[in-house]
């Protein structure tokens, strides 16, 4: 019965092909070997009919038309940030309450699902994980800060950004 009713779709396929391609068409739906497993295809079985022209990293003299679509919308910001906006409120349109929420639902999520493992169940004793407690959305907001300012800030060494050594320590973290 099955078979039938691929014959009948593949037929339907059919009629809505162009002519050219029936062949095509049947050589894939109606394949003998169509129960075996797909292993990939063959460098042959890929067609490659794009040239790629060469690169060429010259300037061209003169002058390019270039199409300069209309704008006809007010030109503001789509967002209120307020009357005097500092750097901080940008970065909160995008890492607003629900970035933070997200992850810390997900990083809680994640260390119950640990602690659910066999390797969270047999910790040992003085495990730094066994110290674990659910994060929340200023200790996620914390940290992300901190992820921020390393990357603005380049150390040597990771133990530097902790250092109490004024030419080595950083005031921000």
């Known amino acids: 019965m099955e078979v039938v009713e691929e014959v009948a779709d ?6 809505l092909e162009e002519p050219d391609n029936h062949d095509f068409v049947r050589e894939i739906f109606l394949n003998d070997d169509s129960g075996d497993e797909f292993l990939g295809f063959d460098e042959d079985d890929l067609e490659n009919d794009k040239q790629i ?13 270039t199409c300069a679509l209309p704008f006809d919308k007010e030109k503001s910001l789509n967002f209120d940030v307020g009357d005097n906006p500092e750097m901080v409120d940008f970065l909160r349109l995008i890492l607003d309450d629900i970035f933070f929420d997200t992850l810390v639902l997900e990083t809680n999520r994640y ?6 493992t066999p390797d969270g169940q047999n910790l040992k004793p003085h495990s730094c994980f066994k110290q674990w407690e659910d994060v929340n959305r200023d200790d996620m ?20 950004y902790w250092s109490k050594d004024e030419l080595l320590g950083d005031s921000i973290l």
């Open 111 to 116: 260390a119950t699902d640990f602690f659910a």
């Open 10 to 15: 593949s037929d339907a396929l059919l009629e």
């Open 141 to 160: 907001s914390h940290f992300i800060g901190m992820i921020i300012a390393m990357g603005l800030v380049q150390q040597q060494d990771l133990h530097d």
């Open 53 to 65: 022209a060469p690169f060429e990293d010259t300037w061209i003299r003169g002058n390019l038309d």
